[in-house]
């Protein structure tokens, strides 16, 4: 027999839904939460979006999905927190937490008495994650990012079992031309896995567009993960042997060394060769102020494409 389930204060009765705001104590920041409490028995499943505020096309099928899975329909429980990050979702605000400028998606292990950022980590932590069988975080490229689509799975974690059902997860997500093993700890999926709950990270989108047809690819390849873990009815479709897509299973994050104006020399679909200069950044008089050098034969992930960059933020991500 099902009973209610409660979820940062948000009761739903069995083939129910309840929406409304779980609070950060501490802060004036507070999550949107959707608890839908299916009919039949099943596992509990953890939806995120919008830890960075402007990768639409993830936000907009997760609104999607809140507003139109029905519980009746449903085995198991479904959690749903979007926009994660209200404010930036509301302010535009790409990368962080406009509060405290911290990026949310690398403070985990949380800091219960930090700024901002740490506290709203803390609440998703305990009273989200680890209470959830499967967590499954959305993102895409943020507003000034051009990126292929690509899955990431966890790579650490002393719970083996996690490891394995996110790997085998991972090859549920149809839309992805990468797999990508993470050797983070400190992003919201990982840390998930670090405590023993297997879990993805989706990448769709880019440089703040949202097309139907990527809002409908990203719930083809959440409703997908979810009937794989037989939350949602019907047969989960397994990539194709053919169709298997490029592990990527080392990678390296370029930040900005100066703030002023940035030169990629290499786009989204590139493939480049070691040694390659891939980009450089200018001062405001023309000044090369850096230049930079692929360290081996890769794949691009990410390229920044604005113009303007500032000192700290990404510029190009690639990996092998
Ligand atoms: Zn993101």
């Known amino acids: 027999m099902k009973e209610t389930i409660t979820f940062g204060g948000i009761s739903a009765k069995p083939g129910s839904k309840a929406s409304g705001w779980t609070p950060v104590p501490g802060t004036d920041a507070r999550f949107p939460v959707t608890v839908i409490n299916g009919q039949e028995e099943g596992k509990t499943v953890l939806i995120t979006s919008a830890i960075h505020g402007c990768e639409y096309p993830s936000i907009e099928a997760v609104f999607e999905l809140a507003e139109g899975l029905d519980p009746k329909e449903i085995h198991g429980q479904i959690v749903i927190i979007n926009p994660v990050n209200v404010e930036a979702f509301i302010n535009r605000r790409p990368y962080v937490v406009p509060a405290d400028g911290k990026n949310l998606n690398r403070l985990f292990p ?143 994050y370029l930040d900005a060394d100066y703030s002023g104006r940035w030169y990629p020399l290499a786009g989204r679909d590139d493939k480049i060769k070691k040694g390659q200069k891939i980009g450089y950044i200018k001062d405001l008089f023309g000044n090369v102020l850096k230049e930079y050098f692929a360290e081996f034969d890769a794949e691009i992930l990410m390229v920044v494409a604005t113009l303007a960059i500032k000192e700290g933020d990404p510029i190009m991500a690639y990996g092998r």
Not at 174 to 200: E, I, Q
Not at 224 to 241: C, D, E, S, T
Request: proline content about 5%.
């Open 110 to 252: 949380p800091d219960k008495d930090g700024t901002t950022g740490d506290r709203m980590a803390y609440v998703l932590a305990e009273e989200f994650i680890k209470k959830v069988d499967f967590h499954i975080d959305t993102h895409g490229g943020d507003i000034p990012e051009t990126q292929p689509s690509y899955v990431y799975y966890p790579g650490i974690s002393d719970c083996q079992e996690a490891l394995d059902i996110s790997e085998e997860a991972a090859q549920y997500v149809l839309h992805a031309k990468y797999m990508l093993k993470s050797r983070a700890t400190n992003h919201a999926y990982t840390f998930s896995a670090m405590v023993g709950v297997p879990s993805l990270e989706l990448e769709l989108g880019e440089c703040c567009r949202w097309s139907r047809e990527e809002v409908d690819a990203y719930l083809e390849n959440v409703l997908n993960v979810l009937k794989y873990l037989k939350v949602y009815p019907g047969q989960a479709v397994k990539r194709p042997a053919e169709a298997e897509i490029k592990t990527i299973t080392e990678g390296v």
